[in-house]
């Protein structure tokens, strides 16, 4: 049924790195949602008054918060579509990681109040008007939810979207708390034991732990995490799989939100070929990254002079010598500039975050290692830090 939805009302459905396409899917997912929470909010609220049920009286309060988010949700790809402007030259993106944060603080606000009403309910606690109308009214309620979760969860996996994976952990809890519900509504007519309350607040609990597991995940890309290891790998396979590049380096990746990735890369190329021909070499790269991948790439390029005296057996020095550090990642940029007494060897080496050694002891050791062979060679290193693993 998703997949029909999907066909009917998102034109080109497949081609989920479109903008306008993401915007598709956000407005019909909003759009459902606003419409199936008010309908269950408005059985439910009705159902718990008759029934003199918090639970359930607090679980239709749940589905309008629900019909909110989905509001939110509307609202959020809308303004995520906008285009760029003076203030924002890379696009609004990312008000969908905002609309994502914002429907995870209304779930923690709804466990809040659900866990103040069960405490009242658990203190004062009332017996319930059961009717099998009462069950069923609930039974469709987890039906829909069900529904409604897989519908979600299908939408922001297509789309990657963190707001529609949010909405969909909503409805996903939604089932849980309405079955709940309605295990306290059975257990108290048959059983005649009132744990409406207790249910209420077990059910608060785990909204409460859902919505903060919610808000850190949809803060993180907005505090700047770490870039898809596998689109990493695409951009790496693309740049290497050309004829003429030797290695790569300093891959930098930006993410301005779902559709809005930036990229930087270092491209490293034989200095004796034509500098125009290199140059269209690193052009190809560029667009081909750009046209498969979706995002806006820049290349730089590094010219190595192949044929310099001393550069392999150099970088096999380094290379051992910095392979047992640990957070010590590679090196790149190997030059020389002679001297009438002594010889600048001259590159960058790459570090991590969680290097425990400084830039003096590895410069120290790696200075050592060379100049046991080499004792008029002096090396200026520049340390880069790795933000991206390669």
């Known amino acids: 049924m998703n997949e029909l939805l999907f066909r009917k009302f998102v034109k080109d459905c497949e081609n989920v790195k479109d903008s306008r396409v ?92 659900l866990g103040k009403s069960s405490i009242e309910k658990i203190i004062s606690p009332e ?75 077990a059910v608060a609990i785990f909204i409460l732990w859902s919505g903060i597991s919610l808000v850190r995940e949809t803060v993180s890309p907005l505090l700047g995490e770490a870039p898809d290891p596998e689109l990493v790998r695409e951009i790496a396979q693309i740049a290497k799989s050309h004829e003429g590049i030797l290695d790569i380096h300093d891959l930098a990746v930006h993410n301005y939100g779902p559709g ?44 190595v002079d192949l044929s310099a005296p001393y550069r392999n057996e150099i970088m096999e020095i380094v290379k051992k010598t910095i392979e047992p550090i640990e957070g010590v990642i590679s090196m790149h940029d190997l030059r020389f500039v002679s001297g009438p007494t002594h010889t600048n060897v001259i590159f960058d080496i790459v570090v991590s975050s969680s290097c425990q050694y400084s830039q003096e002891e590895i410069k120290r050791i790696i200075d050592s290692a060379i100049q046991t062979k080499y004792p008029n060679f002096f090396t200026v290193i520049d340390f880069d830090t790795s933000y991206i693993k390669l």
């Not at 270092?266 to 979706?294: C, F, G, P, R």
């Open 22 to 113: 993401r915007d598709s899917y956000g407005k019909l997912a909003g759009a459902v949602g606003i419409v199936s929470n008010s309908l269950l909010c408005m059985m439910k609220i009705v159902i718990g008054w008759l029934s003199g049920s918090i639970a359930i009286v607090a679980d239709g309060i749940n589905n309008l918060a629900d019909a909110s988010s989905s509001l939110i949700t509307l609202i959020g790809f809308r303004l995520a579509a906008l285009p760029e402007d003076d203030e924002h030259p890379y696009g609004h993106a990312r008000i969908e990681y905002l609309a994502g944060m914002a429907v995870s603080v209304m779930i923690i606000l709804v466990g809040v109040e």
């Open 260 to 303: 809005k990735i930036f990229a930087s890369i270092h491209l490293e190329v034989d200095a004796a070929v034509d500098v125009m021909k290199s140059h269209d070499l690193v052009d190809n790269v560029e667009h081909e990254i750009a046209e498969k991948l979706k995002i806006n790439v820049t290349a730089h390029m590094d010219p």
């Open 127 to 201: 017996p319930l008007e059961f009717s099998w109308v009462l069950a069923a009214v609930l039974l469709l309620a987890i039906v829909i939810k069900i529904w409604q979760a897989r519908f979600n969860i299908a939408a922001g996996k297509k789309i990657d979207s963190l707001t529609l994976m949010a909405t969909g952990a909503d409805s996903r809890n939604d089932v849980i708390s309405t079955s709940v519900v309605l295990l306290g509504v059975l257990v108290g007519h048959f059983a005649q034991v009132q744990i409406d309350g207790y249910l209420g607040l």
